[in-house]
Each structure stands twice: as structure tokens, then as C-alpha cells.
T-cell receptor, first 110, second 114 residues
Framework: DGGITQSPKYLFRKEGQNVTLSCEQNLNHDAMYWYRQDPGQGLRLIYYSQIVNDFQKGDIAEGYSVSREKKESFPLTVTSAQKNPTAFYLC?????????FGQGTRLTVV | AQSVTQPDIHITVSEGASLELRCNYS??????LFWYVQSPGQGLQLLLK??????LVQGIKGFEAEFKRSQSSFNLRKPSVHWSDAAEYFCAVLFSGGYNKLIFGAGTRLAVHP
């Protein structure tokens, strides 16, 4: 089945550690996006990429990093510089105007 | 700056009542417009979309939305709400040109009273 896979669904990390969230798609989409979701704030754009080896900062990129070495993959690293990393993270891919979303990863930093 | 505004954070309606969720955007050109729904702990489900043409679009689950260019709005409507419609609703806008940012509003949480 074609789709977007985010793994794991739940992730726990100790404060001060970097953590990488996985996002893989087999839809052959060029564009991919990462969002952070907090209660009452909707989805805020962290990074997005239109093509391989190219990506742009979104509205809340500080404390995050990404790579786009393959069309299928767009991993997000939450670094220790992110002051409040506990959140729900959603990945999306897009071909044409319509985006498709993964099921999300809930990251808890303790 | 490009932005998407959902002015209502929470809305409560009675089952069977009509519903309208508001969405406004800030952008010079006509963007691509979407409404998504999210149940607790779940991903996003696309309800409907507007790209061009007829400004009244039909979606899944009995929802419809109307694009009004003069008001930069894309309000979501349903004539009769069911208890299962309780969820969070997000308006999203794809600002095309350049790097094609997909921006979401803050969401509207809908509660349905029996």
C-alpha cells in the first residue's frame, strides 16, 4: 500500500539528548513537510522540502534539523537546543496541491 | 505575511443543529484551500479541498465549504451535526509559488451535545 510511515508512534527521551523522528513515503512525492502540534496551537511548520537535497525552514525551525538525501525519506532531528520538545509531530508529503499525512509521532522528553 | 486564521477555538453545538466553522487567510493570490479533521491522537483526514472552479465544494461526511474571494474566507458547513463529528477541525492553505508553504490554522475544537 502506498502511504506515509512515521515511526515510532511513541518516543521517550531524556532531556538533553538528540532524537530523530522517521518519515518515509512510497508515493513518489517530491515535497515533504514536518509539523509540530501542541494543544490550541494547530500545526506549526518546522521544515519543508520541495526536492531532494533541498529544504527550507518553516516558522519554528529553531532547535530542529532535517535532511533530504532520498526522495522517500525526510527525517527530523530534535536537538537538545529545542527548549520544549514534547509534542506531537506530523509528517506530510505532497504532489500537486494535495498533501497526505502520516499518523504522527508523540515525543515525550523527560 | 501569509497566515491562516480560525477565529473560533471551541464551538459547541447540539446534535442535529447546523454548523459553520470559519477560516480566513492572508494572501494576495488565490491559494489552494483545505479542511482537515483530526480525532484525538490520530492523524489528519482530508474533508474537502478547493483548487478552482465552483466556489461551493462538497466533501466527505456531509460537509461543504464555500470559497469567498472578496472575504478571503473558506468556511466549513454542515446542515445537521452528528455526535461523531466531535473532533478538531483545521483549515489549511497552500501558498503556491516559490517554495509552496502549506500553512494551517490553529484549529477549532467541536463538541456535540446530545
Amino acid at each position: 500500500d502506498g502511504g506515509i510511515t512515521q515511526s515510532p508512534k511513541y518516543l521517550f527521551r531524556k532531556e538533553g539528548q538528540n532524537v530523530t523522528l522517521s518519515c518515509e513515503q512510497n508515493l513518489n512525492h517530491d515535497a515533504m513537510y514536518w509539523y509540530r502540534q501542541d494543544p490550541g496551537q494547530g500545526l506549526r511548520l518546522i521544515y519543508y522540502s520541495q526536492i531532494v537535497n533541498d529544504f527550507q525552514k518553516g516558522d519554528i525551525a529553531e532547535g530542529y534539523s532535517v535532511s533530504r538525501e532520498k526522495k522517500e525519506s525526510f527525517p527530523l532531528t530534535v536537538t537538545s537546543a529545542q527548549k520544549n520538545p514534547t509534542a506531537f509531530y506530523l509528517c506530510a508529503s505532497r504532489r500537486g496541491p494535495e498533501a497526505f499525512f502520516g499518523q504522527g509521532t508523540r515525543l515525550t522528553v523527560v | 505575511a501569509q497566515s491562516v486564521t480560525q477565529p473560533d477555538i471551541h464551538i459547541t453545538v447540539s446534535e442535529g443543529a447546523s454548523l459553520e466553522l470559519r477560516c480566513n487567510y492572508s494572501y494576495g493570490a488565490t491559494p489552494y484551500l483545505f479542511w482537515y479533521v483530526q480525532s484525538p491522537g490520530q492523524g489528519l483526514q482530508l474533508l474537502l479541498k478547493y483548487f478552482s472552479g465552483d466556489t461551493l465544494v462538497q466533501g466527505i461526511k456531509g460537509f461543504e465549504a464555500e470559497f469567498k474571494r472578496s472575504q478571503s474566507s473558506f468556511n466549513l458547513r454542515k446542515p445537521s451535526v452528528h455526535w461523531s463529528d466531535a473532533a478538531e477541525y483545521f483549515c489549511a492553505v497552500l501558498f503556491s509559488g516559490g517554495y509552496n508553504k502549506l500553512i494551517f490554522g490553529a484549529g477549532t475544537r467541536l463538541a456535540v451535545h446530545p
